[in-house]
């Protein structure tokens, strides 16, 4: 019997890219191992469809008063996430040694 989710996990394009350049750079080194991270992160993430508040506050927003914004770490990566209605959206996924608030204002600016 397949479980049902109580709420959809859907991916933003920013964090397919981040997805996809985590990859991309681990394959340089190692396809398989890529292909193992991409399936660990994916399953880890799929996990808020049953669990959405399971995360915690992303401390660095927290901080800031932006408290809507959840993760999960999957060390090294942290897959930051925010719940709208039934949706669980993945927004980002982000190396946990890289300064998220740096992360952010590099990211903001391109836009």
Excluded at 20 to 25: K, L, M, N, Q
Excluded at 51 to 78: A, T
Aim: hydrophobic share 45%; net charge negative; proline share 3%.
């Amino acid at each position: 019997m397949m479980a049902t989710h109580a709420f959809m996990v859907a991916w933003t394009k920013t964090a397919e890219a981040d997805l996809e350049c985590i990859v991309d750079f681990i394959a340089d080194d190692s396809v398989d191992t890529a292909l193992a991270v991409f399936t660990r992160i994916r399953e880890r993430a799929a996990t808020l469809g049953n669990f959405p508040n399971k995360g915690r506050v992303v401390p660095e927003l927290h901080q800031h008063g932006i408290i809507q914004y959840r993760e999960l770490i999957l060390s090294p990566w942290r897959i930051i996430y925010r719940i709208d209605g039934n949706t669980v959206y993945v927004t980002s996924v982000v190396d946990s040694r890289r300064n998220l608030e740096d992360l952010l204002l590099e990211r903001l600016s391109r836009d």
